[in-house]
């Protein structure tokens, strides 16, 4: 059955600190692969993708994520985090086994102090 | 900007009383999703229309109904709401069912007193 893993229910780093925020995934085919962040009271937004191609990937406010098959994994990076970085964070995975779904990971809060 | 819009931002209706939340895109997109999210949980789909086709979730309550009268509004309606339903309802687009990434509009939250 497919599935998204995010380990990590919550995680605290300081301003300015990196983040790596964890995703692991079940999928019977090649997967596709997103991180969406979530600010309180507002919908999803893409922060990046990876249908195929080079493994590390480059989204929007400097996040980057890195496909290792082998692992399954489809981490979340930042080099340094921004106190507006706070929000919740969705690994998904996508395809068209079982129908066209894309299923969300259980998200990761994160937080950023001073 | 293209977008996704959802209206209201804020719903509250009483236990059982019929309510009505909406949804609009600019974006042409042939498939729009609702999904339900509760407190620090995932976003759950309860159904999906590819153009004018309907597909509901096996495990989406008969409560819950929609409509797309055309390829920019869809209607998602909740005939008697229970206590249990209030939360944040998201809405989203995309190009197509094979293209998986999703537009979100900023949601509507339900209150049910």
């Known amino acids: 059955a497919q599935s998204v893993t995010q380990p990590d229910i919550h995680i605290t780093v300081s301003e300015g600190a990196s983040l790596e925020l964890r995703c692991n995934y079940s999928?019977?085919?090649?997967?596709?692969l997103f991180w969406y962040v979530q600010s309180p009271g507002q919908g999803l937004q893409l922060l990046l993708k990876?249908?195929?191609?080079?493994?590390l990937v480059q989204g929007i406010k400097g996040f980057e994520a890195e496909f290792k098959r082998s692992q399954s994994s489809f981490n979340l990076r930042k080099p340094s985090v921004h106190w507006s970085d706070a929000a919740e964070y969705f690994c998904?995975?996508?395809?068209?086994?079982?129908?066209?779904?894309?299923?969300f990971g259980a998200g990761t809060r994160l937080f950023v102090k001073a | 900007d293209a977008m996704v819009i959802q209206n209201p931002r804020y719903q509250v209706t009483q236990f059982g009383k019929p309510v009505t939340l909406s949804c609009s895109q600019t974006l042409n997109h042939n498939v729009m999703y609702w999904y339900q999210q509760k407190s620090s949980q995932a976003p759950k789909l309860l159904f999906h229309y590819y153009d004018k086709d309907f597909n509901n979730e096996a495990d989406t309550p008969d409560n819950f109904q929609s409509r797309r009268p055309n390829t920019s509004f869809c209607f998602l309606d909740i005939r008697s709401p229970g206590l249990g339903d209030a939360a944040m309802y998201l809405c989203?687009?995309?190009?197509?069912?094979?293209?998986?990434?999703?537009?979100f509009g900023p949601g509507t939250r339900l209150t049910v007193t």
């Open positions: 989203a687009t995309s190009r197509s069912r094979a293209s998986y990434e999703q537009y």
């Open positions: 998904a995975v996508g395809g068209n086994t079982g129908g066209f779904k894309t299923i």
């Open positions: 999928y019977g085919a090649t997967p596709y």
């Open positions: 990876y249908f195929s191609g080079d493994t």
